[in-house]
């Protein structure tokens, strides 16, 4: 076993799978709020996508990219927003009775309204933006300086989200809600808005990876689907609706699918991750942090 | 006998007026081809472009059969099987298309060839090129395209040539990817022994290829072939770039993706030094039917036109050709006509014959290995580096 062929593979999977974390965090934060899957997640990475490289070509330039990714957060937030205020809010106020099946047929709906807008309005070509920085070595491993980026931005936005639901006064409403979403309205809380809120971070949390990750996996219609797989791959991994699941199912899943590569092929290296899924889902159906739903 | 005479004239009216407005039926050919992802885009686009310039020419012409013009019933196959199928029932059976061009992946090709003969319904590859899709002996299915052992055979004599021993081929997990690994493999076998071949079959919907490079980087390669098609090339041109693969290790791109105008804005100074091969290139001999596509496509779209473009064109037509051959729209008297006849097309003259194995109702253009040498470096530009009877410029190593 080549050792440096080992680390490398080993640095890549954690790198990919810290990155992929952004996504599962955005899907199972919306669930822990909103009890919904959200299925058009692939499609607001998308949007990040295509509004980065569109405010760098066309407002900031290659050189302040930093800039265009707050600004397709932002974007992304509001259209969250707007998508949450009236399609999703009448879950809860508009006496619909199976809420799972609204939410899935909704986000579906979106997913495929958001994929043919996206050719209809920047065509069905990739586009990608300039590079963010040099390719860069990080250990062992040879990596595009825009994964490096990506990285960093990655962390820096974990430990923002971390410190805002932990220590602010609205983290703390948000880790109510997603306790009981009928007591925090006790303690005076709209949770209506608070789900506006939830929704906006999740998708806009999407986008940031979708920003992100532009220049390495270009900017086109269909470029989220692989990271709402893996996004979803992580979340059960880890346990729906558990943040830190998240981030430990990230880290996870791209450690395994690197370790399947070494010792297996990486021809196959998505198979890994689903073996590891199909364990867990044999012997801890719940996830590594998750816990089973009490009712009363 | 006023009664039957206003009856019979009535007749003469209603015969009168239908026949002009029979005689103006358009007759309606489907092109079939991706239009979005996960297929080739870009690819489908100039096919497009090409076939509407064809129906044009011919309708400018006069049309066919007698003065009916040729209309097109445009279809996205978004390059998977199932919407292939869908697009192609809709053509054959809502649309009464009397032939379908526009095949550019060989996994929708394969699926829709069946529902050709089904329907009797020709299709055409325009740049579909795995084995099979010919070496079924369809009776409807025709290609004037490469094909597969074809182009694996000429990668195989440039490694030789280039003293490659050590090639990796990564590519995706199609009927193109696979027939591109078999047919390699047997090309290194039967022509190249010693050499040795490093093959990497990803899934198309992958992004991240880093791992599976990072494979072939420890391997050692002389060169690597780069066997994607539509998004996976430049993701694999990208991150072989970044993990330092290329460009120390010359590639070779498996199709001509880097003629389009997006290649370099894709990818930059990382597709420097690429070779890859191609069908066309702007310094060949066309014939005047050619010449005179080429001349139209540049005043319409400032640039030169990409081979899609030009196959497509030919592809329309030919078979406006063929149905004036046939005297009639009846697909089982095309197919006669078109087996029968000589067509001019975009660099010489296309016929079909029934020849052994994939060479079934197959027209082949030209194959040739370019090189880009300079970032941006215009595609009118770049060199034929192989075969070497038509190379214009030397194969450039990258500077150490």
Known sequence: ?296 | MTRARNALLAALLVVGLATPALAQKPVKIGVLTPLSPPGDAAAGQFIVRGAKMGAEDVNARGGVLGGRKIELVIEDDSGTPEKGSAGFRKLATQDQAVAVIGQFHSSVMTAVQVLAEQFKVPVFSTQASARQVTEKHLNFTFRTHVIDPDRCVMWTRWAKERGFKRVALITENTDYGVGLVDETKKAFASMYPGAELKTIIFDRAVVDLTPQLLEIKSWKPDALFNGGIGTPTYLIAKQAWDIGLTPAVPTLISYDAPARPEYWKNLGEKGNYASFIVYYHPTMRLTTRGEAFRKKYIAEFKEDPIYGALNGYAQVVLLADALNAAKSDNTDELVKALLAGKFEGWNGTISFTRGDGPYWQQWSPPMLVIQYTKPEMPFADAKIIYPSELKTGDWVATPK
Do not use: C, H
């Open chain 1, 1 to 296: 076993m080549d050792a440096t062929l080992l680390s490398q593979y080993v640095l890549s999977g954690l790198v990919i799978g810290v990155i992929y974390s952004l996504m599962a965090l955005g899907i199972t934060f919306i669930y822990s709020i909103m009890k919904m899957i959200n299925w058009s997640m692939g499609e607001f990475y998308m949007i990040g996508s295509y509004v980065q490289y569109a405010v760098i070509v066309n407002l900031v330039g290659p050189r302040r990219w930093y800039l265009a990714v707050p600004l397709a957060m932002a974007a992304v937030f509001v259209l969250g927003l707007v998508v949450q205020r009236f399609l999703l809010r009448p879950m809860f106020v508009g006496g619909v009775e199976r809420r799972d099946e609204y939410a899935t047929v909704i986000t579906i709906a979106l997913m495929v309204l958001f994929r043919n807008l996206a050719i209809v309005l920047g065509g069905p070509n990739q586009y990608a933006p300039p590079d963010y920085a040099r390719p860069v070595t990080l250990g062992t491993l040879p990596i595009s300086g825009n994964r490096f980026v990506a990285l960093i931005g990655t962390l820096v936005l974990l430990g923002l989200f971390y410190l805002v639901i932990k220590k602010t006064w609205i983290g703390r409403a948000l880790r109510g809600a997603a306790q009981n979403r009928v007591g925090i309205q006790t303690a005076g809380i709209d949770v209506l808005r608070l789900d506006m809120l939830a929704f906006g971070v999740g998708v806009s949390l999407a986008a940031a990876a979708g920003a992100l990750l532009a220049p390495d996996f270009l900017v086109y219609p269909e470029n989220g689907a692989i990271s709402t797989f893996k996004g979803f791959e992580i979340i059960v991994i880890g346990g729906l609706g558990s943040i830190l699941g998240s981030v430990v199912g990230g880290v996870l899943l791209g450690v395994i699918e690197a370790l399947g590569s070494v010792f297996v092929s990486a021809a196959y290296k998505d198979l890994y991750g689903f073996l590891l899924l199909i364990a867990l889902l044999v012997f801890r159906p719940t996830g590594l942090f998750g816990e089973r739903e009490r009712s009363v």
